[in-house]
C-alpha cells in the first residue's frame, strides 16, 4: 500500500498559536526581523529545524515513566546500547548529550593543530568544534550538490577524485579521519549512495585512514538508498544501515534527528585505545559512561525511537510528507532545491527574489515574510550564514541562498503542509514587494543566530 496518510493516530494535541498579520508584524519587528529571537508562542508552524523538535510515541512515553535513574548500570543504558549494537555493528557506544557534544570529545582526541579533516560537508558544528581544536575542515562535496535544479539521485555523494587528490597533496599522516555526513543536512538534506560510501572506505583503507560516518540522518539515508539504488529494493532498512555501518570505523550521531528523540546523541568506535581515551574525556565533560549527559529515562526513550525509525511505513510518510510540500511548491512555480531530501525543502533565494542582491540577505528577507504572512518560522542558509567581506572590504557571498523549511518528525499533518505551501506560495506572487535588508548588529562567530537586521 503506498502511503498518503500519516500512519498514526494523535493520542495527545498541543495547541498552536494563531495570530493576526498585525500581531506578527510587530513581533519580527520586535525581534529584529532574525526568527532565531522570535518568542515560540507567537509561533503557529514552526520548521526552523528538525533537530530534538520529534513528537514521541506513547510507547516512548511508556518508557520515559519506567525510566530507571540510576547513577551507574542502569537498565535503560543496556537497553540502548543493545539496539544502537544492533544496527552500527560497533565495539564500543558512548552516550552523550546531543551531537556536538560527541563531536567535542572525537575531535579532543582526534583533532588538533595542523590535522586535516575532510566530510562532504561538514555540519556547522562540526566544523566549529574541529576549528575549536585548531584542526582544518575541508568540504570535498561532489559538483551536482551545487546545482539546485539538477535532479540525481544522491547529490550527498562525496567527490572522491578530490578526496585523493587532498590526501595526496597535504599527507595521509596530517589526515587522522575522514567524514561523511548522512544526510548532508548542509547540501540540503540529500542522501549518499551505498556505492559511494563502499568506495570512500576503499580509498580510505589504502592510506590507513579510518572513515568515520556523521549519522544523524542514517535511516533516512538507508531509506533513499533502498529506493534508488540497484540491489537493494528489497533488503529492510535496518540491513542497509548495517552495510552502511560496516564500512565505518566509527559514527557520532545526534539522536535528535533519527533518534526520535528530544535529546541525545552517541559515538560509536571499534578502536580500544581510542575508545579509552574518549571514555576519560566522557567521564571529565558530560558523565559517566552509562549516561553521558543523559537522564536514564531519555536513553529509555531512545532505545524505543532507534526502534522505530527503522519501520518503512514511517519513513515512506517522513520522506514522502518532504517531497509532498516540495512538489505543490514546484507545481506552483516556486524554486526550490531539487530533489527534495530526507528532512526539509529549502527555497532558492537567489531565483525567488532575484532582485535582492547577495549583500542584502534575500534568503532572510523571504524568511521575514513568510512568518508575517502566515506565522511559519524558517530558516536563512545562505549569505547571513555563510557570506562575508574580504580584507578589501569586497562581499563574498555564500555558494547557495536558501531558505530551510525543517520539517519536524510526526508533528504536522497534511493539511499543516498544505497551509505551509498556500502561505509560501503567497509570499512568492507578492515577490516583488521583497524587500533587501541589511545588518545592524552582529556577534564575531556564528552570526545568524543572534544578528539583528532592518531594512534598507
Ligand atoms: C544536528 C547535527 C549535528 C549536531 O548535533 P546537535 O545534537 O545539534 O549537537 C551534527 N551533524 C549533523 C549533520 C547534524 O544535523
Not at 49 to 76: L, V
Amino acid at each position: 500500500m503506498s502511503l498518503s496518510f500519516e500512519p498514526f493516530k494523535i493520542k495527545s494535541i498541543e495547541s498552536i498559536p494563531i495570530t493576526t498579520k498585525e500581531e506578527r508584524l510587530n513581533y519580527i519587528k520586535e525581534a529584529n526581523y532574525n526568527p532565531f529571537s522570535l518568542k515560540s508562542d507567537y509561533i503557529t508552524i514552526d520548521l526552523l529545524t528538525d533537530s530534538g523538535t520529534t513528537a514521541m510515541s506513547s510507547k516512548q512515553w511508556a518508557a520515559i515513566m519506567d525510566g530507571d535513574e540510576s547513577y551507574a548500570g542502569s537498565r535503560n543504558w543496556f537497553e540502548f546500547e543493545s539496539i544502537v549494537k544492533e544496527i552500527t555493528g560497533f565495539k564500543h557506544i558512548i552516550p552523550t548529550h546531543q551531537g556536538r557534544a560527541a563531536e567535542r570529545i572525537l575531535f579532543g582526541v582526534l583533532g588538533g593543530p595542523n590535522k586535516i579533516i575532510p566530510n562532504n560537508t561538514h555540519f556547522d558544528t562540526t566544523r566549529g568544534n574541529l576549528e575549536y581544536s585548531k584542526a582544518v575542515a575541508v568540504d570535498l562535496p561532489v559538483k551536482e550538490s551545487l546545482d539546485t535544479s539538477l535532479i540525481a539521485d544522491f547529490k550527498g555523494n562525496m567527490d572522491l577524485t578530490a578526496l585523493e587528490k587532498l590526501i595526496l597533496e597535504k599527507g595521509a599522516e596530517n589526515i587522522p579521519m575522514a567524514m561523511i555526513t548522512i544526510t548532508n543536512n548542509s547540501g540540503g538534506g540529500q542522501p549518499v549512495s551505498m556505492e559511494n560510501i563502499r568506495n570512500t572506505k576503499k580509498l580510505l583503507a589504502k592510506y590507513n585512514i579510518p572513515l568515520y560516518l556523521d549519522c544523524c540522518r542514517f535511516a533516512e539515508n538507508a531509506y533513499f538508498i533502498k529506493k534508488r539504488e540497484k540491489g537493494y529494493e528489497n533488503k529492510s532498512i535496518k540491513e542497509i544501515a548495517q552495510e552502511m555501518f560496516s564500512y565505518a570505523d566509527g559514527a557520532t550521531m545526534s539522536s535528535k534527528k533519527d533518534g526520535l528523540s528530544n535529546t541525545g546523541g552517541f559515538i560509536g568506535i571499534n578502536d580500544d585505545k581510542i575508545a579509552e581515551d574518549l571514555k576519560t574525556l566522557l567521564i571529565v565533560t558530560e558523565g559517566f559512561i552509562t549516561y553521558g549527559g543523559l537522564a536514564r529515562r531519555d536513553l529509555a526513550a531512545l532505545a524505543q525511537g532507534f526502534r522505530e525509525v527503522l519501520d518503512e511505513n514511517y519513513l515512506e510518510y517522513r520522506i514522502g510528507q518532504v517531497k509532498y510540500l516540495g512538489d505543490l511548491l514546484t507545481n506552483a512555480g516556486v524554486p526550490i532545491l531539487k530533489p527534495t531530501g530526507g528532512h526539509g525543502v529549502y527555497l532558492d533565494a537567489k531565483l525567488f527574489a532575484p532582485h535582492i542582491k547577495p549583500e542584502n540577505f534575500p534568503g532572510q528577507s523571504i524568511a521575514c515574510e513568510i512568518f508575517v504572512e502566515g506565522g511559519i518560522r524558517s530558516c536563512e542558509i545562505g549569505s547571513v550564514m555563510f557570506g562575508s567581506y574580504d580584507g578589501n572590504g569586497v562581499f563574498e557571498p555564500a555558494k547557495l541562498e536558501l531558505v530551510r523549511l525543517a520539517i519536524p518528525r510526526r508533528v504536522y499533518t497534511k493539511s499543516h503542509i498544505e497551509f505551509i505551501a498556500e502561505t509560501i506560495i503567497k509570499v512568492y506572487q507578492n515577490r516583488n514587494n521583497l524587500r533587501p535588508m541589511k545588518i545592524t548588529w552582529q556577534a564575531p562567530f556564528l552570526r545568524h543566530f543572534t544578528a539583528k537586521f532592518d531594512y534598507l
